[in-house]
């Protein structure tokens, strides 16, 4: 703890995201979530958007030096636990936050590796797919992709991808250069989410978990900032993956339709009646890999 901090301030995450106004995703959703962790949020804006819960009909992009200039602003002020990665918005911006990253290597990264909004507005082709790759996964303690975005992202590591594996992908996404892989199953035909957390030598844990109705704004944000945020109060990362599933699952089941698209997820669940949401049919089988 530094001279100028305070006894009671809690931990501190810096999330890079785009602005969304529905406060279902984006930095909304990641300062709800931190906030809810009793984590103190910093958010540094790498674009603006115009969108309802149905969906994205504009993006703006952040200049990358006024990205860069907002993070160092408040790097140089206050002390971070971890960083957060949601939509960066463009290559300039992505290569940005890989630099002021690299200055701060024992801080935990998450990255969520946002290419699409949940109605499918692209928001990231190629080239931008490509620099997350290449600047971005070798500083990131754990990438948090749907299995959609894990099979986009290994095939752009390798020739064959069409009929990927989720190992496979996982695989590919580790020696890319993150140390761990999270991939969620919501997008799989299954009975049941299963999310199975990846390291460098296969699998450490798989989590089940009942499958909601519906489809959620902001699900992946939630979760990811749930990880930076048990990251940020110490918790082991396995054990942090276990609790943020929980917490997302909870805020998934208490979420509400706002408006005429998606629902919301209510990251404010536990100021709910426990008694309306009871605890979620949960069967966890844990890896431990040596």
């Not at 990255?111 to 797919?129: H, K, Q, W, Y």
């Amino acid at each position: 703890m530094s001279s100028t901090q305070s006894r009671n301030t809690p931990p501190i995450v810096m999330t890079f995201a785009a602005s969304d106004p529905t406060c279902g995703a984006g930095l909304q959703a990641d300062l709800l979530t931190l906030a809810a962790h009793g984590c103190h949020p910093l958010t540094v804006v790498t674009a603006l958007t115009v969108q309802d819960t149905a969906g994205v009909e504009d993006l703006l992009p952040m200049d990358g030096g006024w990205v860069a200039d907002q993070a160092r602003a408040l790097l140089e002020d206050m002390p971070v636990a971890a960083f957060k990665l949601g939509m960066l918005g463009s290559i300039e911006a992505i290569s940005a936050v890989a630099e002021v990253l690299s200055d701060y290597p024992d801080t935990p990264v998450v990255f969520d590796p946002v290419l699409a909004s949940g109605r499918g507005d692209a928001f990231a082709d190629e080239d931008t797919v490509a620099a997350m790759l290449e600047l971005l996964l070798p500083q990131t303690d754990i990438l948090t992709p749907n299995s959609l975005e894990a099979r986009r992202l290994a095939q752009d590591l390798g020739s064959a991808g069409k009929d990927l594996t989720l190992p496979e992908c996982a695989r590919r996404l580790v020696g890319a250069g993150c140390a761990h892989v999270l991939i969620t199953g919501t997008h799989e035909h299954s009975a049941r989410v299963v999310n199975t957390l990846y390291g460098s030598h296969g699998p450490i844990r798989h989590d089940d978990w009942d499958r909601l109705p519906g489809s959620y704004h902001g699900s992946g944000c939630t979760l990811a900032s749930a990880i930076a945020a048990n990251l940020a109060w110490g918790q082991p990362l396995p054990e942090a993956v276990r609790a943020a599933q929980h917490y997302t699952w909870h805020s998934l089941s208490a979420g509400f339709r706002p408006g005429m698209g998606q629902y919301v997820p209510n990251r404010l669940w536990r100021n709910l009646n426990e008694h309306q949401h009871p605890e979620p049919s949960l069967e966890v089988a844990d890896v431990h890999v040596a």
